[in-house]
């Protein structure tokens, strides 16, 4: 994926967090990308506090593509996986992860709201501890802002 590629599947995944955020859930989102850096193959915003974006996109991409196939893949989100995402991307294969903004940035915005308790376990030290290599790139500064803004006054609005 080039540097283009990426910032147009951020903004994507920004979009369906957005959608998410409308239907009353968390607001984030992901997209899974082809091989090619412009094919979307699936988007998947958040459900619930277990069923987060990335990891129903990972289960639902590890049913519909080969495992040879989906290491080639890119799963882009809006903010840094959380272990539990990253540990589904792993098991699903997928071979590269890029984020917008960091689990530091999410933290600073939810506090300790109990809807997103975050853990501090940045994704790559996940990914580290496993038997294949997983490509990471974020947090992409240039979009970096936009992914904070659609969270900016939802946690504030939900109790925070």
């Given at each position: 994926m080039n540097d283009e590629q990426k910032l147009k599947a951020l903004r994507r995944a920004n979009e369906v967090?957005?959608?998410?955020?409308?239907?009353?859930?968390?607001?984030?989102?992901?997209?899974?990308?082809?091989?090619?850096?412009d094919t979307v193959l699936a988007e998947q915003g958040n459900i619930d506090t277990v069923?987060?974006?990335e990891a129903t996109l990972a289960r639902t991409a590890s049913l519909n593509y080969p495992a040879d196939y989906l290491a080639q893949c890119t799963l882009v989100t809006t903010f840094e996986?959380?272990?539990?995402?990253?540990?589904?991307?792993?098991?699903?294969?997928?071979?590269?992860?890029?984020?917008?903004?960091?689990?530091?940035?999410?933290?600073?915005?939810?506090g300790d709201h109990p809807e997103n308790p975050t853990l501090s376990l940045p994704?790559?030290?996940?990914?580290?501890?496993?038997?294949?290599?997983?490509?990471?790139?974020?947090?992409?500064?240039?979009?970096?802002e936009e992914m904070i803004a659609t969270h900016r006054g939802f946690w504030e609005a939900r109790g925070r």
């Open positions: 967090a957005r959608r998410a955020m409308a239907m009353g859930r968390h607001p984030f989102g992901a997209v899974l990308v082809a091989p090619d850096g069923h987060h974006a996986p959380c272990a539990m995402c990253a540990g589904t991307i792993y098991w699903a294969n997928i071979g590269r992860v890029v984020y917008g903004a960091e689990e530091a940035a999410l933290l600073a915005l939810t994704c790559r030290e996940v990914f580290a501890r496993g038997q294949k290599n997983i490509e990471v790139v974020g947090p992409v500064a240039e979009v970096a």
